[in-house]
């Protein structure tokens, strides 16, 4: 069974780009929005790893951020960061949670991202097996 990613992102085209990029290999749902995201994660879903953007309306990525962090539910799901902030921003984002493994600022190489995923997922799989 494929392992499912969450992509949330408010812009269409990059949810789409993400999809075909990661939908080969992977099980992918998107959301526009954080708000979109925890309505899907409260109806009982789960995701293997969490891509999402900082920047979106409604709830945004540092809310969804915060959200995760401190839900007993999904403090463990891993979650990539893609950002147009520029690196002194978000520096600090795999500091401040736990859950962030990875912070990719935009524009980023889709393949560089297929591969800090599949090594994320494989680390979590190597974990849960010991």
């Given amino acids: ?26 099980s992918v749902v998107s959301a526009q929005d954080g708000l979109v995201a925890i309505t899907w994660l409260l109806k009982g879903n789960k995701a293997d790893l969490i ?23 999904y403090q463990d799901t891993p979650v990539v960061v893609l950002s147009g902030f520029y690196a002194d921003k978000i520096n600090d984002l795999s500091t401040k949670y736990n859950n962030v493994r990875e912070v990719l600022q935009k524009p980023f ?22």
């Avoid at 999402?52 to 915060?66: S, V, Y």
């Avoid at 190489?109 to 010991?130: G, H, R, T, W």
């Fill in 1 to 26: 069974m494929k392992k499912k990613i969450l992509i949330i992102d408010d812009s269409m085209p990059m949810r789409y780009l993400l999809e075909a990029v990661l939908g080969k290999e992977y």
């Fill in 51 to 73: 891509i999402t953007d900082l920047q979106m309306p409604n709830i945004d990525g540092w809310e969804l951020l915060d959200y995760l962090s401190g839900s007993y539910l």
């Fill in 109 to 130: 190489d889709p393949m560089q991202l297929l591969n800090k995923v599949d090594y994320i997922l494989e680390k979590q799989l190597s974990a849960a097996a010991v």
